[in-house]
């Protein structure tokens, strides 16, 4: 019975030691990554997103023109110059603005919160908007009045 008890012993040490070894060199499996970066008229050392498995973490934004590399002298046309960069940052990503789970708006008056919130809310399809801020800042720059960021999440 001594033998039998050695050999039962033996197995289950062995066994223990395997599957202790399967469990530890296992790897990590680690989010992908992706660079997200746009043409435009200001190079400067950040990436418009960073993607890391399903998130999408952007930067702030200021809706300066492509074009002119300025900001639109008029309030709404900036807010869609803003707006029409955030959806193409998005895109990249595979995403829309209705994958957006938080957005945080920098104002440099915050008088023009009443201007800002129909022409946002039209680039939603559904009314289950993001969670939001909406702060006070002081100059921006180029002359902005808003600066975007904000983190979404592929649904």
């Known amino acids: 019975m001594n033998r039998r008890m050695c050999i039962v012993a033996g ?20 989010p992908t990554r992706k ?9 400067a050392p950040f990436s418009d997103a960073i993607l890391s498995g399903n998130t999408l973490y952007l930067a702030g934004r200021i809706g300066i023109d492509a074009k002119t590399g300025k900001v639109p002298e008029k309030i709404e046309d900036e807010i869609k110059v803003l707006l029409d960069g955030e959806k193409e940052v998005l895109a990249q990503a595979g995403m ?3 994958d957006l789970v938080y957005v945080q708006i920098a104002c440099t008056d ?10 946002y809310a039209s680039y939603f399809t559904t009314k289950d908007y993001p969670a939001r801020e909406f702060i006070g800042a002081g100059s921006l720059l180029a002359g902005g009045h808003f600066e975007l960021q904000a983190i979404a999440v592929k649904r």
């Open 11 to 30: 197995v289950l040490i062995v066994g223990a030691v395997f599957t202790a070894k399967g469990i530890f060199s296992q790897t990590t499996i680690q």
């Open 35 to 43: 660079v997200i970066k746009l043409a435009g008229p200001i190079s």
């Open 96 to 98: 829309t603005m209705d």
């Open 110 to 119: 915050l008088s023009l919160f009443q201007k800002f919130n129909p022409i």
